[in-house]
C-alpha cells in the first residue's frame, strides 16, 4: 500500500502523484488529497485505485454516486479542472498557447447542480435481484437503489425495473426524452418471445416503448434487435430541433448542454454555398446549418441514425439537407465545401480524412470532440498544414465525470 499525495487530474481522470519508483496514476483520487492506494506496475509509471482516503479536498462530494462519476466534487469546483485539460491538451500536445474560451456549464435540471442529467443509463441485473452498475474495467457489480444522474422522468421506471422479476437477461437500457416526458425501455439478453408479457406489462405501468436486443459480444445494441410493443422512438429538442431517440441509438444523453453547443456552433460556422458534416450520426448538428447553407450533406455510416435523420428531415420539411450512409473516407468526393463540421468518436479523425481537409481545403473546419487529447492531436496537424484555431470552448455534456467536450473553429490562413 502507497501513500500518495494527488498532485492534479490528468485526462482519463486519473490522479498523478510521484512516488520513488515514478509517476503514478491513480483511479479515484483528487487534486490535494492524500490517500493510500494499491499500485501495480505499468510500462512507463505505476497504477492503481484509491483504497483510502487520508485528507480530503475540501470541496469533495459527499452524496451518493454511482462507480462511473469519477469526478466527485461539488459542481462549481469540476468546472475548473475541465478547463484546465483542454488548456493543458492544447499546450502539451497541440503546441499552442492558447487559452480556452470559459467552459459552459451543463444546465440545471434541479436545485442540486449537475445531477438528474443523463437521458440514457443502462443497468446490469444483480444476482440477487435489482439493478446494478459496473465498477469501471471489473465484472464487480454495485447493487443502486438509486441513480442521482438520470433525468427525473426515468426516476419512476427505474424504481419499477429495481422490483421487476427480470430472470433470464443480461442488462436493461432506459432513454428518456425530456420533451415528451416519456421512456423507453430495451431488454438486453434472453430470448424475445418469453418477454413479450414483460413487455405488454410495462407498457400498462407507463413505459412508452419496450424493445428486445441480442446479448451480442460485439457489444450493446450490436446483435438483433426487436421492437416488443409501444413506441420505438421519441422526439428530444436539441436547441430548438426536435430529434428523434431510441433507446439503441447513439444521441446526446444531456440533451439542454448539447443543444447549447449546437446553437453556438451553427453561430460559429457562418453561412455559404454547401456544408459537410461528417460522422453526423442522425444529423441533428445538419438540421442547425440548413437554415445557414444552401446544400448540407450529411455523412454517416450507421443505417439507424440515417433512417432516423431521414424522417427528420421529412418531418420538418427540410429540403436542402442530403444523407450520405458511407464513411468518412469520402470527403474528397463531397468537396469543394466553404465548411465541414467533423464529431468524430474518441479515437479522433483518421489520418485519410486529416489528409482530405489539408487537400480538400475547406475555408472552414467546425470540430466537436469528446476527448481533448486526440482533438489537440487532429487540430496540431491542422494547423501545421495552414490553418488556425480561430475558437475553441469546453463543454460540460457530463458532471461528476471527468469526460468534457470541445466546441472550436479552424479557418484557413493566417
Known amino acids: 500500500m502507497f501513500r500518495l499525495h494527488i498532485e492534479k487530474l490528468v485526462p482519463g481522470g486519473l490522479g498523478l502523484a510521484r512516488t520513488p519508483g515514478g509517476v503514478a496514476l491513480v483511479r479515484g483520487g483528487l487534486p490535494g488529497e492524500v490517500v493510500e492506494a494499491e499500485l501495480r506496475p505499468r510500462k512507463n509509471h505505476l497504477e492503481g485505485r484509491v483504497a483510502r482516503i487520508l485528507e480530503a479536498h475540501p470541496e469533495r462530494y459527499t452524496g451518493f454516486l454511482p462507480p462511473s462519476a469519477d469526478l466527485p466534487l461539488v459542481y462549481p469546483a469540476q468546472l475548473p479542472l475541465k478547463q484546465g485539460l483542454v488548456r493543458e491538451a492544447l499546450a502539451r500536445v497541440a503546441k499552442l498557447d492558447l487559452e480556452p474560451a470559459p467552459i459552459e456549464p451543463s444546465p440545471p435540471y434541479g436545485p442540486e447542480l449537475g445531477l438528474h442529467y443523463r437521458t440514457a443509463a443502462q443497468y446490469a441485473l444483480h444476482p440477487l435481484g435489482g439493478l446494478a452498475y459496473r465498477y469501471p474495467g471489473t465484472h464487480e457489480l454495485l447493487r443502486v437503489d438509486y441513480d442521482p444522474l438520470i433525468a427525473k422522468p426515468m426516476e419512476p421506471v427505474f424504481h419499477l425495473l429495481r422490483g421487476w422479476p427480470l430472470g433470464g437477461l443480461d442488462e436493461v437500457a432506459l432513454r428518456a426524452s425530456l420533451y415528451e416526458g416519456r421512456v423507453l425501455v430495451a431488454l438486453v439478453g434472453g430470448a424475445p418471445r418469453p418477454l413479450r408479457r414483460d413487455a405488454q406489462a410495462l407498457l400498462r405501468e407507463g413505459v412508452a416503448g419496450v424493445v428486445w436486443a441480442e446479448a451480442s459480444p460485439k457489444g450493446r445494441f450490436r446483435g438483433l434487435v426487436r421492437p416488443l410493443g409501444g413506441e420505438v422512438g421519441l422526439l428530444e429538442e436539441f436547441g430548438g430541433v426536435c430529434a428523434t431517440v431510441s433507446v439503441q441509438s447513439f444521441a446526446q444523453v444531456n440533451p439542454r448542454a448539447a443543444g447549447r453547443l449546437y446553437q453556438e456552433a451553427a453561430r460559429l460556422a457562418g453561412s455559404g454555398r454547401k456544408a459537410v458534416e461528417l460522422y453526423a450520426g442522425s444529423g441533428v448538428l445538419s438540421l442547425h446549418l440548413a437554415p445557414r447553407f444552401e446544400e448540407v450533406v450529411a455523412v454517416e455510416i450507421s443505417r439507424d441514425a440515417v433512417g432516423r435523420g431521414e424522417a427528420d428531415r421529412r418531418r420538418m420539411g427540410v429540403e436542402n439537407l442530403v ?39 475547406p475555408e472552414r473546419v467546425l470540430y466537436i470532440a469528446c476527448d481533448p487529447v486526440t482533438w489537440a492531436r487532429d487540430v496540431g496537424r491542422l494547423v501545421q498544414g495552414g490553418y488556425r484555431l480561430a475558437f475553441a470552448r469546453p463543454y460540460d455534456f457530463y458532471p461528476f465525470t471527468h469526460h468534457v467536450e470541445v466546441l472550436s473553429l479552424l479557418v484557413l490562413g493566417p
Open 323 to 361: 444523407f450520405h450512409r458511407d464513411d468518412a473516407r469520402v470527403l474528397p468526393r463531397l468537396l469543394p465545401a466553404e465548411l465541414v463540421a467533423v464529431n468524430p468518436p474518441r479515437a479522433g479523425l483518421s489520418a485519410e480524412v486529416v489528409r482530405a481537409l489539408l487537400e480538400g481545403r
